[in-house]
């Protein structure tokens, strides 16, 4: 099956991002290393824009878009609490784990499988010992973006 066009691009400071919308409700974004073609944009896909740029000005912004991540019952669950981070504070794996009741693990899985990085704000959540992975990478240039976002919120330094 082929995957469907996004709706819409957005540039940031650290690269591309597709946005794509379900109908009115944001389903995922996803990291790109260079230009895509483009899909038909939607008011939903200005909106996200908009907010996006909204959150590159102000890094307190907060995101209001319908969501429709996709996903099991413990990964919502984990998505949720990474919405209750605030912006400029981070928590371990092992702290989230412990909130749920779960396994550090099994906290790093769900954030691995977030399809909304950025708006569900994965990149708060960190190693005990250092930044841990962001959307599967531990390493190159997803690093870079979440520690880009974490240093842009203020959680850790840019040195």
């Known amino acids: 099956m082929l995957e469907p066009l996004p709706s ?3 540039d940031a400071p650290f690269g591309r991002v597709a946005i ?9 974004l996803i990291y790109l290393p260079e230009s895509s ?3 038909a944009s939607s008011a939903l896909t200005r909106e996200v824009k908009r907010q996006l740029a909204a ?7 907060r995101f209001d878009l319908p969501l429709l991540p ?11 609490q990474l919405l209750a981070i605030p912006v400029g504070e ?5 702290e989230m ?6 396994a550090a ?11 909304l990085p950025w708006v569900v704000p994965c990149h708060r959540v960190v190693a005990s010992g250092s930044l841990g992975g962001f959307s599967g990478a531990r390493q190159g240039p997803m690093l870079e973006i979440k520690r880009w976002l974490l240093c842009h919120e203020g959680a850790v330094s840019s040195e």
């Open 55 to 61: 959150y590159l000005k102000e890094p307190a912004f």
């Open 90 to 94: 981070v928590q371990t794996y092992g």
């Open 37 to 39: 073609a483009l899909g």
């Open 97 to 102: 784990a412990a909130a749920l009741g779960s």
């Open 20 to 28: 794509f919308d379900n109908g009115g409700e944001l389903e995922k």
């Open 105 to 115: 693990r099994a906290v790093g899985g769900a954030c691995r499988r977030n399809p």
């Open 8 to 10: 819409g691009y957005f």
């Open 70 to 80: 996709q996903g099991t019952e413990f990964q919502s669950k984990v998505w949720q």
